[in-house]
């Protein structure tokens, strides 16, 4: 996913920590408009980056930099906005709208890598820059996106724009910086305007905190063994790793098992000792409600408050209604109904599976049922029964250079014509990090890539994409793009082979880079990845397609020791087994999804009274169980108290975590266009650039959805994906595989 909070305008530069605001030689705010002093900036963040693309140069940045860079930059950035407001002349789109896209500069630069780097190499000083510059950047945004000199000039061009000879994208520039500020609160009464800015500021405090708390359980969860034979089944790799990992902590003879952001742990499978599966479990689902310091239960109630509290100071019901009047499904009952009509196949295939685990159970001569610590150990042998397929065997076909270079960028040749070269010449923020040089199908340069593929401490959980400089026809630039993942590194020495979920996440993160990289904008908030929450996830969902695309798969799914091809016939088992133990994998999605849009369809009273940790419990219980889903078997992907999508930024993926259902239908979709007319082909993946992946932030999703396949979506290749159509029951999609109507909106059938 992209690390950007917000980007539709240059109004969110302080909120975002987007790069918007990379920039060659275009003019700024203050050249526009012809009035007040604009300081000078100090420092490395003052000027773009003299490196290739603007890159950052991170042996001129120090950690003490940050601070006193983004006081300097709020400052700058207030002066640009006072000489836009005081500027004599009629507001014009240039002077008005132009002024505001390109105001801000050394704040998105400082925001840019300072925030790359909090997600993805943090330390103590960066955590404490952080949680003391959060509330202020919210309040700079405020004092912008509240002033009502700037909104009357904003809105004199928002009035006039009948009679404007604007461009396509003109127009849209307009209208996104228009409805920010109006949904920011610009209509509002003084009183409201200030209840908007306490609420605003307090959540940035409090979204940080929960970030910082989240990722201090998570490191502190880890599960500590003194008996090796408890790790029984663990390769001799894991169990180096985890003596590694003791000896780091000062626990030296002893064995540490990292948890990963996650309910669900990667090892649990492979380990046969139960009651170790369990305490890694429970150390996983319990890691943030001990009632110590990192307990965020409190947190995480407050927040839902807040965003309640806000909500009704717009006339909205609650926080989902609120933040979703830019999404493509537009409205809270849109999505709820997109999900709550999967849920009757889905629960029938939650129990028809763990029946079928509880046989595989009986068979060994087990006296217990299936739990969620036992689940995907057992399910693991059913696939491997049923499928003749064992993750072990398919592993060493994954090795991690080959899979990008021979994969990942291959299709990426195939498909759209680019070329990428490894380059040294560029300092990283990590010795993991490597860089490349990507080049266009007409040989120019097209952009950089950073990848950053390995879990550390430092690193929050997860795998995301972001820029460092954001592609702009205005400015001149192109993009600078990362894209960072969590694979647990090998030991030194051993070749480094990751899993097939790390091989499709690689393909995944790569679909959204290549997201940025063809952006064709004009101006940089509208580009690349600026779209909205439930629509980006769907070209990195539809580059996953590749990974298992028989071509792609010969070139880079070969023995790292032998050299041979991974086998057809263990493709077609991986295949074949995809749509098994879709009950759980699919299941604790959904009920993520659920789970966040109940935490923000809560009206403030109801949002008030949540206000114990055994409050926040109860909820959750109630609401999961409300759902109709096997909870207990099959908990949600990420419990609330962790759930750093919707908790950890003042909006995130909050009341958008059914985005990855939403998208995933769009994908489907799409994969079976590219099967249907012929597959990894130029023609193709210039059509699909053409009308999806150039296209950015500019025109409605429907639209370019139609454009791209000729017709509005189809849900049935989706749940034909996911194994919900026949003897798993009417998962509820239209006569004809449509999607239900939407309840309002442009992009209604």
């Known amino acids: 996913m992209k690390a950007h909070i917000l980007a539709t305008t240059a109004l969110a530069v302080a909120l975002a920590g987007c790069s918007t605001m990379q920039e060659g030689n275009m003019q700024s705010a203050s050249d526009v408009v012809a009035s007040a002093d604009i300081p000078a900036g100090t420092g490395y963040f003052a000027q773009p980056s003299t490196l290739p693309f603007h890159a950052p140069d991170f042996t001129k940045i120090q950690d003490s930099d940050y601070q006193p860079a983004f006081e300097q930059a709020m400052a700058i950035h207030n002066a640009e906005i006072a000489a836009i407001k005081a500027n004599p002349e009629a507001p014009t789109f240039e002077n008005t709208i132009v002024a505001l896209e390109t105001s801000g500069r050394m704040l998105g630069r400082v925001a840019t890598v300072f925030f790359a780097l909090t997600g993805s190499n943090t330390n103590d000083t960066l955590d404490a820059v952080q949680a003391d510059i959060g509330p202020k950047l919210s309040q700079h945004s405020d ?134 599966r369990e305490q890694l479990f429970m150390n996983s689902y319990n890691r943030s409600v001990h009632g110590d310091e990192n307990d965020t239960r409190t947190l995480l109630a407050d927040i839902a408050e807040l965003r309640a509290q806000k909500a009704a100071l717009f006339g909205q019901p609650d926080w989902a209604s609120y933040v979703m009047y830019d999404r493509m499904a537009q409205n809270p009952k849109t999505a709820l109904d997109f999900m709550q009509q999967m849920v009757p196949a889905l629960a029938a295939t939650q129990r028809r599976e763990a029946a079928v685990l509880n046989e595989q159970i009986a068979s060994e001569g087990g006296d217990f ?40 960028f291959y299709a990426a040749n195939k498909l759209y014509g680019l070329r990428f070269e490894q380059r040294t010449d560029l300092p990283v923020y990590h010795p993991d990090v490597t860089t490349y040089t990507v080049f266009d199908k007409d040989g120019s340069e097209l952009g950089i890539f950073y990848f950053d593929p390995y879990q550390r401490p430092s690193k929050r959980g997860g795998a995301w994409m972001s820029n460092f400089v954001d592609q702009s026809h205005l400015y001149g630039t192109k993009p600078v793009i990362y894209n960072v993942l969590n694979i647990p590194k090998a030991n030194a020495g051993e070749p480094q082979l990751v899993s097939f979920d790390n091989v499709n996440t690689m393909f995944h993160e790569f679909g959204h880079a290549l997201h940025g990289f063809f952006a064709n904008q004009k101006y940089a908030s509208l580009s690349g990845t600026a779209t909205a929450r439930d629509f980006v996830e769907y070209p990195s969902q539809v580059n996953e397609l590749w990974a298992t695309y028989p071509e792609v798969l010969r070139n880079y799914a070969k023995h790292y020791q032998t050299g041979e091809a991974i086998p057809a016939e263990l493709i077609e088992k991986i295949e074949a087994a995809a749509k098994f133990n879709q009950g759980y994998d699919f299941g604790e999605t959904v009920e993520a999804a659920l789970l966040d849009m109940k935490w923000h369809a809560l009206n403030p009273q109801q949002a008030a009274a949540i206000d114990t940790p055994e409050k926040v419990d109860a909820f959750e219980r109630k609401s999961l169980e409300e759902l109709g889903l096997e909870v207990d078997l099959v908990p949600p992907r990420y419990r609330s108290s962790y759930f750093n999508h919707i908790f950890s930024s003042a909006t995130g993926y909050s009341a958008g975590y059914y985005s990855y259902l939403w998208t995933e239908m769009l994908d489907r979709d799409s994969r079976k266009w590219f099967l249907d007319n012929g597959g990894l082909t130029r023609e193709n993946g210039d059509h699909y650039r053409d009308t999806v992946l150039s296209k950015g932030g500019t025109m409605d999703y429907f639209e370019m959805f139609e454009n791209f396949a000729g017709r509005q979506p189809d849900v049935t290749p989706m749940l034909e994906a996911r194994g919900l159509t026949g003897d798993g029951g009417d998962a509820g999609a239209t006569s004809d595989g449509a999607l239900p109507p939407q309840t309002t909106g442009d992009g209604a059938q």
């Open 143 to 276: 004092a912008i996106t509240l002033d009502p000199v700037l909104f009357e000039r904003v809105k004199a061009v928002y009035d006039n724009r009948a009679s404007l000879d604007l461009t396509a994208e003109d127009t849209k520039l307009l209208e996104e910086t228009y409805e920010q500020m109006v949904h920011a609160g610009a209509m509002l009464d003084p009183a409201q305007k200030e209840q908007v800015k306490t609420i605003n500021s307090r959540l940035s405090e409090l979204t940080t905190e929960f970030s910082q708390k989240v990722r201090a359980a998570t490191v502190d969860g880890a599960l500590v063994v003194s008996d090796r034979a408890k790790l029984a089944g663990l390769s001799d790799s894991d169990i180096q790793a985890a003596a590694q990992l003791a000896t780091e902590k000062g626990l030296d003879g002893q064995y540490v098992i990292a948890l990963q952001n996650t309910t669900q742990q990667p090892l649990l499978p492979i380990m046969e000792d139960r009651a170790t």
């Open 369 to 408: 049922e299936v739990k969620p610590w036992d689940w995907y150990r057992f399910a693991e042998k059913v696939r491997k029964a049923r499928y003749d397929i064992d993750e072990n065997a398919v592993k060493p076909y994954f090795e991690i250079k080959s899979v990008l270079e021979n994969g990942v």
